[in-house]
Nanobody
Framework: QVQLVESGGGLVQAGGSLRLSCAASGRTFSGYHMAWFRQPPGMQREFVAAITWSGGGTDYADSVKGRFTISRDNTKNTLYLQMNSLKPEDTAVYYC??????????????WGQGTQVTVSS
């Protein structure tokens, strides 16, 4: 089992920045691929970014490419999402996920409870 806890969400003005963190505990963090997903109000959950277990590979949704950066520190068992140039349409609950597959699908085995990000115009 892997337990995931997100933090760093909040209210920010358009054009601002936030850094989300996801602290992992339980089974070996470094053995799993990780990802961020988000669920905007009234919409389905969508892929944001993913990173391989080593950190050597990353993937981004087109909507965040160039603005968001996913990273991980395996020595701290922590996943990050640096979000810059935020837009109102980035408003959502953000979830971190981990699993054995590196994918854009929401097929990850473990999920956090989410952290709210609200971007005001």
């Amino acid at each position: 089992q892997v337990q995931l806890v997100e933090s760093g969400g909040g209210l920010v003005q358009a054009g601002g920045s936030l850094r989300l963190s996801c602290a992992a505990s339980g089974r070996t963090f470094s053995g799993y691929h990780m990802a961020w997903f988000r669920q905007p109000p009234g919409m389905q959950r969508e892929f944001v970014a993913a990173i391989t277990w080593s950190g050597g590979g990353t993937d981004y949704a087109d909507s965040v490419k160039g603005r968001f950066t996913i990273s991980r520190d395996n020595t701290k068992n922590t996943l990050y999402l640096q979000m810059n140039s935020l837009k109102p349409e980035d408003t959502a609950v953000y979830y971190c996920a981990s699993g054995s597959y590196y994918t854009r699908r929401d097929e990850y085995a473990y999920w956090g409870q989410g952290t709210q990000v609200t971007v005001s115009s």
